[in-house]
């Protein structure tokens, strides 16, 4: 079965500062991908970052990026230079290869910044 | 682009009406579609797989004949739930990928049900 979990219900950053959101997924697959997914209170889901698990290589977007430590199933997601507009709910996922296409999510983590 | 327009993004009705929720993609063709359930500061669960032209494929724990899916063409799909009551309040989500199934999804911005 494939779960992802998210252990962090809540977390709070001050402005500017850096934070980091765990993740930690359990699959006997071999071939998958990994997303971390923002929903502001509009509830609106934003893709954040995408890691393809083949990729040695820490993906990154900007002030974005994950460190992927394949062996351990973690994804972690770090936050540099925190601002106001990134308080949300964050959605670590996984998706399969060749199996339709589904995102299972953890439970999400709920990021507050402090001004 | 990538677009995906979700109708209604709220609707309140009485309890033993069918609602009926439309999942379009505006900007591209998508042979598969996604919906998900979210109950207030909880997780997205994935309700059904939606494929073009073929039967929904349903998770393990939802109700096919509450929760109807019909994927139609290539831009539309649509959740009807059906005889709504009280507890399928919820707050329901669609999603889409451009071509391979394997492509970032792209999400609607959802609908707030409310059964009264």
């Known amino acids: 079965a494939q779960t992802v979990t998210q252990s962090q219900p809540e977390m709070s950053v001050q402005e500017a500062e850096t934070v980091t959101l765990s993740c930690t997924y359990d699959?006997?697959?071999?071939?998958?991908?990994l997303f971390w997914y923002k929903q502001p209170p509009s509830r609106q889901m934003i893709l954040v970052i995408r890691?393809?698990?083949?990729?040695?290589q820490n993906a990154t977007e900007n002030r974005f990026s994950v460190n992927f430590q394949k062996a351990a199933k973690s994804f972690s997601l770090k936050i540099s230079d925190s601002q106001l507009g990134d308080a949300a709910m964050y959605f670590c996922a996984s998706q399969i290869y060749n199996q339709g296409g589904k995102l299972i999510f953890g439970q999400g983590t709920e990021l507050s910044v402090k001004p | 682009g990538a677009v995906v327009s979700q109708h209604p993004s709220w609707v309140i009705c009485k309890s033993g009406t069918s609602v009926k929720i439309e999942c379009r993609s505006l900007?591209?063709?998508?042979?598969?579609m996604f919906w998900y359930r979210q109950f207030p500061k909880q997780s997205l669960m994935l309700m059904a797989t939606?494929?073009?032209?073929?039967?929904?494929?349903?998770e393990q724990g939802v109700e096919k004949d509450k929760f109807l899916i019909n994927h139609a063409s290539l831009t539309l799909s649509t959740l009807t739930v059906t005889s709504a009551h009280p507890e399928d309040s919820s707050f329901y989500i669609c999603?889409?990928?451009?071509?391979?199934?394997?492509?970032?999804?792209?999400f609607g911005d959802g609908t707030r049900l409310s059964i009264l």
């Open positions: 939606s494929n073009e032209g073929s039967k929904a494929t349903y």
């Open positions: 890691q393809e698990a083949y990729k040695q």
């Open positions: 900007d591209f063709q998508a042979t598969t």
């Open positions: 999603s889409a990928s451009v071509g391979q199934v394997n492509q970032p999804q792209h």
């Open positions: 699959t006997s697959e071999s071939d998958y991908y």
